[in-house]
Every structure is written in structure tokens, then in C-alpha cells.
């Protein structure tokens, strides 16, 4: 099964494929990209030996000047100073408005490989394919780039949509037990603001899909960046309170792994503790039920994901980090809250006596 | 007299005042900015005592929450590294989406401060206070921004349109000499594409307007201002050949620059150089008329511009700068002509023997 779809946004456009090989991208390539253009496929230690090098090879073949530009693995990568050493190999070798870039990995790879090219000659184009389960359903599509700065992760990036974004679920075959954690909280999230019954078959299907890779994993990840392409598309710069609904959980979450330096919790735990808490709040405010409340905290905990976080964190160390999400205006943070399964409200001001408890329910 | 106009971009837009005082900027800010939001402005040692101080003072009186944030004067703070530092001072200030910037400068601080609001938290609103006459005719407007890195200048940016643009020619009062033919390179060839009738002006009284500030510079900053909003308004991102027009002169003139390492020629004398020998092409090429090659060459030459390189370039290094420019596209560089005074053509594919003839004619 495979499926092609395309994102229009104001901003923007991409044309999206989720199923088909990443052998098959170099010829792809060839509706968007000058024959003989320069390619540079930018990964990351961890991958680019197994899956750079293939690519590298097929695009060449294909009659691409294609080069493997490899980045050290991790968060780190996410800098200024990466970036700047891109930017000046690209140079270097003379890559010019029509060449183009190709981000090979995860997240911090196609963030930055993003932003490279949203910037490098004001602009030029790029591929995502992501290879881990979060880049597949989120971080690869939509636009946003960017790199971190010590004050924060992403404070510094641009919008810039990738002409192409090739989703090849096979690619997470390798792809450890931790990340797949992080791309299910993410896939939950979909369900529970958007999908009833997106979320109905997680609930049916999760101890399956947790074992790893099988094509069951297809029209998941298809259904995701589906919803992700048709939420962006309205509210492309997130401006409407729409796109916003795609942080459910993550404004508690960011603060989570912010006031821990990102080393006790992946992203998948922290905003999973993060939709217990939004889902609390929803319950309090009467937006949603008890029974819904229980589905998703039961989906999480199938998934592995926690409810709470394992040590306590000083209440006003996390409340600092709250209140300086990217989202925030004049210093309030707003929260995104559940009407029930597959129905989210955004822009929801909390009261913060209710706050507390939630954040208590939660260990917080 | 004074003059308002918006330039109207698919990819953006400003409202441009030339005219006022620079005092009324704070006043005129209230129709963008949320009262009390922070406000920082950009500037460099060169004036932000003079001219920085007392802006801020007018922001703090109208409300806002204002800061002078300096860089140091000169090309050398274009950099991913002066870049970097204004980042995390905005984010250790607690600068937000509806925080905003003002660019009080000429091109260096201009195109720094634009980057920067076009890359902290994905995009934040600028003001472009332009007090340079380069500035005020060229890098103020058309939404273009960036930084230089080692192997070239302007190689990385964003294109981000200021919501505002206020050119207050009468900061212009203690401008040095040099800045004036900088300047002046870049209004003559405003007339020499675009406007035979502003060409005409300048031809009665470049001997006067060269002097220095006088109110006659009103209404020759406004008109350069119309014509670069109209362009860019037709073609934002320079590609429909438009946009390019702008660019008459300038791809000798940057591989001149280039090659001498940016230290001998201003970008005035670079591009006056420039202009002398897309001149010289137009005429070999039958579309301009000697007649109008000689005017061309007179008004440089009345501004204190130069028809030729004072020492001799190799012409290898030079061709290798020029094969460089950032528009080439597989290589070739093509040559902006005029079909006369007030007319111009992009595009222009030059066979090597009139190349070499031209360059010949200004001693490179």
C-alpha cells in the first residue's frame, strides 16, 4: 500500500508519499530537480553508512551530483555552529539555487538540514525523508526548521516546506525501542485530538504495533501524515489556533524535558506525561469525560509511555520553563484540552488552582 | 514634503514612509506593535549614541518596552557569530513573537537585523530605520536579509519583509563623503534601468546633490524607493528576470569586491566600475546607443565614481568570483544590459570576446 498526497499552504507546498522504497527516490527526484543538479544527502553517523551511502549511490546513478554530508549524531548536531560548517562545504563546492539538500534522518537531522536550506543563498530546495517514526509522522512535515541556541531548543529557525517529503515506513525496520515510544505518543496524540478512529485501532492494535516494524505500521503512519498535512495546510504558521491543537501535551512536556536538561525523559515520555495532565484539565473542565480520560491514559500506558514523572521536579523551576514556551503571549501559556477522544480545543487559559492538581496528579 | 506607499510582495509586504522625522517612529509604530510589547534596537557603534539613544527614549515614551542592543561598525559583524549572541540576548530578555526589532543602521546592520527577525522563533516583525543613503534607496527595501560567511557575502539569509520601513533622509546630515557615492552608484542606476527622467535630474544636479544633504534629496530618495518597491512587488524573489534588473553593475562589481578581498573598491566604485562595462556591452551589443553610453559614463563620473580599477586584477581570479555570483545557474553568469537610458534588459548570455573587451576597457 502506498498513498501520495500533497500539503498547499499559504506558505508553502509539498508533495508527499508514504510507502514506497527510498530506492525509489532518486527517480522520483526527477520531476523536481535539473538532471546533473548537485544533491547533498545530509545524516547522521548513526545512519549514514547504512542508508546514506544507498542513497548516495542511487542518486548518482540516477545522474545526480550527490554527495553524503555527515552530521555527528544527537541533539548537538541542532547548532549554529553545524549549521555554519554546512553552509560553508556547501560553498565550497559551489552548490547554487537549483542544487538541492536531501535530510536523511531524524528530527535533529531534518531540522537542521531544514534550516540549512531555508537559509543557505536565501533559500533552496529540499527532501525529507525521514528515517525514525517521529520524523515520519511530525517533525518531517510542515515547515518548521531550526536549530537550538543554549536559552532553548528551537528559538532560532524558519518555515520552509521541503518540495518532497518520502515517507518509507520499511526505512524503521532498525529503528531502537526507545524511538518508537516517542513516535507512538506522538501517533496517540493524533488520535485523541483528531482521529476517533485512528484512536480506536491504536486501542486494538498497540501491543501489536509496539513489537516494531510490520506493514500493519503503513496505514498508520499514512492516516498521521495525513492529518498532520491537512492541519498545517490551514494554519500553516500556526496562527489560528488550529495548528496549535498539534501541541497537545507538549506545553507541560517542553517544560518537563527543558527544567531536566532534556536527560531524564525522551520527548515521547515527557508529553506523554503531558497529555495525562492536559487530559486531567479536560476532565475539570468538564470538556471530557471520565471514561475518555481512562482510554488515554490507558493507550499511553500500552505504549509504554508514563503517566508521571519518576522524580519530583521543583514546582517554580518548572512553571520558569511554562512560561517560556515559543507559544506564550504577553508571558500567558494557554493549553490545548480535549472535548473527548478525537475532538481538542487550543487556547484554553487555566486556572491555577486547577493546574496544580493536575500537575500533582502527575508527580509534578 | 513626505511620502507614504506600501510594497506588496506574494511573500510579504511593508508600508514605506521617506520624509518623516525619525522622532515620529515610536508614534507611528502604534499601528503595528501591541502597546508595552519589547522593542530592541539594532545599531552600531557609529550611531547608536547619536541617533540610537534618542530613539530609544521616544520608544520608552510611547509606551514600549525598549532596549538599544550595539554591534560593532563594519562588514564584519554580518556574521552567523554576531548573529548568534543577538539570539540569545533576545531570548535571555524574554523576547516573544509579538516582541519586535528596528534596524537603526545602514546595509551591515540592516540585512544582520532583518536576518535575525526573519530567524528568532521562526519570524518576528522589524522595523528597517535606514541612515544611510545606500541603505535608503537599496537594503532597506525588498525583504532581502542575511550574513556573510568566509567564502562569500550574503550566502546565507532569509527573505523577510520589514512591516515598516521609515527613511528619514535628513539623518542623513553627518553622512561622510563616501557613503554619498556609494550611494549615489546605486540612485543612477535607478534612472539608468527604470527612469530616464529621474536620470535627467541627476544629470542637472549631481554637482549640488553630491555636496551633501539638502532637502532636494526628498524627492530623489522617495522616487528610488518607489522604484525598488515596484520591482520587488513583481518579482519578491528574483525570479521572473524582474528583480534582476536591480542587479545592473553589480556582477562585476561584487567579483571585483570579491577578488580584491573588499578592501580596496567601495561598492560604489565596484559597481560604478561595473556599470562601465554593462555599458560598454550594451553598446557592442547594438542595444544602447553611444550617445547614451557617454551620458551613463558622465553622471558616474560627475558622483566621483570610477571608470576603472586602479591597479590591474588577474583576470582568472576575477572570472572565478564572477562565475561565483549567487544568481549563476549552472554556471553561467548572465549580464544585465540597457536598451538606453531608462531601460534595461536581464538575462544577457555575453559571448567571451566582448567580455573580454569590455573588462579590458576598465583596466581589469
Not at 548516495?56 to 540516477?62: E, H, N, R
Amino acid at each position: 500500500m502506498s498513498a501520495r498526497f500533497t500539503l498547499k499552504a499559504s506558505n508553502g507546498r509539498s508533495d508527499i508519499a508514504v510507502g514506497e522504497a527510498m530506492t525509489a527516490l532518486p527517480d522520483a527526484l526527477s520531476k523536481y530537480a535539473r538532471p546533473g543538479a548537485k544533491v547533498a544527502v545530509v545524516s547522521d553517523a548513526a545512519i549514514s553508512g547504512r542508508q546514506g551511502k544507498p542513497l548516495v549511490s542511487g542518486l548518482t546513478g540516477a545522474g545526480y551530483d550527490a554527495t553524503l554530508l555527515e552530521v555527528p549524531s544527537g541533539e548537538k548536531s541542532k547548532d549554529l555552529k553545524q549549521a555554519g560548517q554546512l553552509y560553508r562545504r556547501l560553498a565550497k563546492d559551489k552548490f547554487e539555487r537549483g542544487s538541492w539538500l536531501v535530510a536523511l534522518g531524524g528530527g535533529v537531522v531534518g531540522d537542521l538540514t531544514g534550516f540549512v536550506a531555508a537559509t543557505y543563498l536565501r533559500g533552496i530546495s529540499y527532501v525529507q525523508a525521514p528515517t525514525t517514526l517521529l520524523a515520519q509522522v511530525d517533525s518531517s512535515l510542515g515547515g518548521k526548521t531550526g536549530v537550538d541556541i543554549p536559552e532553548g531548543k528551537n528559538l532560532v529557525g524558519a518555515f520552509h516546506h521541503p518540495a518532497l517529503i518520502w515517507i518509507d515506513p520499511a526505512a524503521l525496520k532498525t529503528l531502537p525501542k526507545a524511538h518508537w515510544r516517542t513516535g507512538m505518543a506522538e501517533v496517540i496524540k493524533y488520535g485523541a485530538i483528531w482521529d476517533a478512529k485512528l484512536f480506536e485501532t491504536l486501542e486494538k492494535s498497540a501491543d501489536d504495533l509496539m513489537k516494531g516494524y510490520s506493514p500493519a505500521w503503513v496505514p498508520i503512519i499514512t492516516r498521521c501524515a495525513q492529518i498532520k498535512a491537512d492541519v498545517v495546510s490551514k494554519d500553516p504558521t500556526e496562527t489560528k489556533g488550529l495548528r496549535a491543537l498539534l501541541n497537545f501535551g507538549h506545553s507541560v512536556g517542553h517544560a518537563i524535558e527543558g527544567a531536566t536538561g532534556y536527560e531524564i525523559y525522551s520527548h515521547g515520555e515527557a508529553i506523554s506525561i503531558g497529555m495525562f495532565v492536559a487530559g486531567f484539565l479536560s476532565q475539570q473542565y468538564g470538556l471530557m469525560d471520565g471514561i475518555d480520560r481512562i482510554r488515554l491514559g490507558t493507550l499511553l500506558t500500552k505504549a509504554g509511555l508514563p503517566a508521571r514523572v519518576r522524580r519530583p521536579i521543583r514546582r517554580e523551576r518548572l512553571m520558569e520553563f511554562l512560561a517560556r514556551d515559543k507559544k506564550a503571549e504577553a508571558g500567558v501559556v494557554r493549553f490545548v484540552l480535549l472535548k473527548g477522544i478525537g475532538k481538542a480545543v487550543s487556547g484554553q487559559a487555566i486556572d491555577p488552582e486547577y493546574l496544580d492538581a493536575a500537575l500533582s496528579a502527575s508527580g509534578l
